[in-house]
């Protein structure tokens, strides 16, 4: 009656091979039974795979490693902000000059050639270990130093103040050079650009301390009183040092003095080639360079524009702050799928163009809707550029040399904030707002050309194979040297 269309047809319930009407019949019934099956085994797996996911999203994002990287991230950034915000408005409450307090920014200096002394801090170990020794030290020297400031008389006594914040800045450059090494240490090189990202905005957030309840208890208390609580706040570091375990030492076995100095220099050169360290080197400093710049001047702009200084207050310090956070952290949770490399590329374009944004501004005037559109934006790509940033100089960073190698890549990057920015000043005079911004723009091209070979969007996995290869030659070494011992 009907043509044997199923006839031996496989069916996963049913045989059939008949040609009566009842198996005619029965055929298309058992087979769309099993299509309904295979659709349900699609679903599963489907819900199987976002379970997966799921979990691996919070084994990434709950896990002990992350947590230590919120309090590292504190740990390092309440002293840096306790000398760029806190510091100057204790002493120009106290009547002493701009020209003097405009100085102090030297005291900084100690940030940028941290690299000098880590090599010391690479072969030396403290009773606790060469990690958590060197941040016990450095804390417990950073909470004497800051609770000192407070029965120094900043107006009669300006040079002892200058000495004291001198010392509180090497004291927290030593503790961020052994806290960096820390990090890249403990974080599996999956884990970089998100444990860096989460670092970077605690770093951030520990702003907060010093640059407003400090400054809120300062009208309510003697600055005795503030520069203890201050310091009370670095007890969250020493917390962190107690209660975490040493990384191993991957260093190399039998080092002489002039080895432990130049190893960590040209261990790197000899790992990845003179041509691409060079490169290298030239894209940390050329990456940021244009964001740099950018916001070099940003309070003299917003003034020029006709905004009021509350209105500066208000607006750029919460469109500065949240939006660079929620960037960062976005950027290291995309950086799990995006990988180190492709997310250079995607948050290096968002940079940059955040940086015409400016320029736009200088077109709209006084406006604060549009004052605050364009920082929100300026700083969610900051955010997104740091992280992926930061990570990609944990990865450049050998285990073996942490210490030396992180403090000299984080160098390298600090120079458009040092030499660059110091010359925004005369090219706006020159040129104008706008003109400048557009310059900081196209500032930005060379680092971004920079990566198609430091940083080429196929080449994740060949640079992640080259790095286990590394690690592998370290853990050898890290074994002949606890051998040796």
Partial sequence: MF?????????????????????????????????????????????????????????????????????????????????????????????????????????????????????????????????????????????????????????????????????????????????????????PDEELGLGNAIHVQAYRIAGLVPGSLSLILADLLPWVWVFWMTAGFMGVGLVLTLTIAEPENLSPARQSFRESLTRPFSEYFQRIGWRSALLALFFMVAYKLGDNMATALATPFYLDLGFSLTEIGLVAKNSALWPAVVGGLMGGLMMLRLGINRALWVFGFVQMISILGFAWLAGVGAELWALAAVIAFEYFGVGLGTAAFTAFIARESSRAFAATQFALFTAFAAVPRSIANASTGFIVESTGWVSFFLLCTVLAVPGMLALIWVAPWRGEAREDQAMRTVELASSDSGAERKASE
């Avoid at 039974?33 to 199987?48: A, I, W, Y």
């Avoid at 947590?67 to 120009?92: E, F, K, N």
């Avoid at 804390?139 to 300006?158: E, K, N, R, V």
């Avoid at 103040?161 to 240490?185: G, N, P, W």
């Fill in 3 to 187: 043509p044997q269309r199923y006839a031996g047809s496989q069916c996963s319930q049913y045989s059939i091979v008949q040609t009566n009407t009842f198996s005619t019949f029965a055929a298309p019934i058992a087979c769309a039974r099993c299509k309904l099956e295979s659709v349900s085994r699609r679903s599963s797996g489907l819900n199987q795979l976002n379970t997966d996911t799921e979990m691996q999203w919070r084994h990434y994002l709950l896990n002990r490693r992350m947590l230590i990287c919120v309090m590292t991230g504190l740990a390092s950034g309440m002293p840096l902000y306790l000398l760029i915000q806190l510091v100057p408005a204790w002493l120009r409450s106290a009547d002493v000059s701009l020209a003097e307090i405009g100085l102090f920014s030297l005291v900084n200096l100690p940030y940028t050639w941290k690299f000098i002394w880590a090599p010391f801090m690479d072969r030396i170990a403290p009773p606790l270990g060469r990690r958590r020794g060197w941040m016990l030290l450095a804390q417990i020297g950073l909470i004497g130093s800051i609770g000192a400031l407070g029965y120094i008389d900043p107006l009669d006594q300006t040079a002892l103040v200058a000495i004291f914040a001198s010392l509180i800045a090497f004291l927290s450059a030593t503790q961020d050079v052994a806290i960096d090494a820390y990090r890249r240490e403990i974080l």
